[in-house]
C-alpha cells in the first residue's frame, strides 16, 4: 500500500527554469511532510520541509506547497541549476511516529543546460 | 563532524546465507533507523533503534532484525538471504528525542543476493 505517492519517475528542465515535483499522500495522519535529495553513491540529504499547519515554506530556491484537501504537496526548485540534477524523494511521517519516514518512490530530475 | 558511516559498502551473497551491516551515527545521536531502497520503491522503513530500544518497526519478516549498542552504533542482519532482499540498505541518524527530528544519512550498503 503506498500511502506517499510520487507519480512521475522522472522530469527534464532547461536551466534557468522552473521544476515542479509532485508528490500525492493518502494517509490523513501524515502532519509533517520532507523532500530529500539523493545523487549516485551518497545518502539521501535533507531539503525542505512542512507541517501540516502550514499551507507553504521557502528556503532559497527551493518552495514547498501543501494542499492538505488534496493531500498534495509539490517541490519548487527557482531557477534549476544543473546541480539540481538527481532523484527527489518526498516523505510523511506522523505524530508519535518519531523517526519512521514514510518516502515515495522517487522523481528523478535532470536539469539541462 | 563525521558523518554517518556504513559498513561495509558492498557485499556479495548468496541465498539461505545470513549478513550484518553496521551503521555508526553522528556523534550524539541517539537514534539510529533503518531503511531498504530497491528500485522503483523507494525508501521503505525497516526499523529505528533509540538507547539501545527498537521504538519503531515497519512491515518486514522476522528475518530483518536489528539492535544497538550502549555507543549508539547499530546493527542489522538478515538471515536466510532471499533474491528479493538485493538493495541499498540505508541507515539515519538523529538526536532523536521528539518527532521530526532531522535525519542524516549515510552513504548506504549495496547487498547483492545470488
Known amino acids: 500500500d503506498q500511502q506517499v505517492k510520487q507519480n512521475s519517475p522522472s522530469l527534464s528542465v532547461q536551466e534557468g527554469r522552473i521544476s515542479i515535483l509532485n508528490c500525492d499522500y493518502t494517509?490523513?495522519?501524515?502532519?509533517?511532510f520532507l523532500w530529500y535529495k539523493k545523487y549516485p553513491a551518497e545518502g539521501p540529504t535533507f531539503l525542505i520541509s512542512?507541517?501540516?499547519?502550514?499551507d507553504k515554506n521557502e528556503d532559497g530556491r527551493f518552495t514547498v506547497f501543501l494542499n492538505k484537501s488534496a493531500k498534495h504537496l509539490s517541490l519548487h526548485i527557482v531557477p534549476s541549476q544543473p546541480g539540481d540534477s538527481a532523484v527527489y524523494f518526498c516523505?510523511?511521517?506522523?505524530?508519535?511516529?518519531?523517526?519512521?519516514?514514510?518516502f515515495g518512490a522517487g522523481t528523478r530530475l535532470a536539469v539541462h543546460p | 563532524k563525521a558523518g554517518v558511516t556504513q559498513t561495509p559498502r558492498y557485499l556479495i551473497k548468496t541465498r539461505g546465507q545470513q549478513v550484518t551491516l553496521s551503521c555508526s551515527p553522528i556523534?550524539?545521536?541517539?537514534?539510529v533507523s533503518w531503511y531498504q531502497q530497491t528500485p522503483g520503491q523507494g525508501l521503505q522503513f525497516l526499523f529505528e533503534?533509540?538507547?539501545?530500544?527498537?521504538?519503531n518497526k515497519g512491515n518486514f519478516p522476522g528475518r530483518f532484525s536489528g539492535r544497538q549498542f550502549s555507543n549508539s552504533r547499530s546493527e542489522m542482519n538478515v538471515s536466510t538471504l532471499e533474491l528479493g532482499d538485493s538493495a541499498l540498505y540505508l541507515c539515519?541518524?538523529?538526536?532523536?528525542?521528539?518527532?521530526?527530528?532531522?535525519?542524516?544519512f549515510g552513504p548506504g550498503t549495496r547487498l547483492t543476493v545470488l
Open positions: 556523534s550524539g545521536h541517539r537514534s
Open positions: 512542512i507541517s501540516s499547519i502550514k
Open positions: 533503534y533509540f538507547s539501545e530500544t527498537q521504538r
Open positions: 494517509n490523513s495522519m501524515f502532519d509533517y
Open positions: 539515519a541518524s538523529s538526536w532523536g528525542l521528539a518527532d521530526n527530528n532531522e535525519q542524516f
Open positions: 516523505a510523511a511521517s506522523f505524530e508519535g511516529g518519531y523517526n519512521k519516514l514514510i
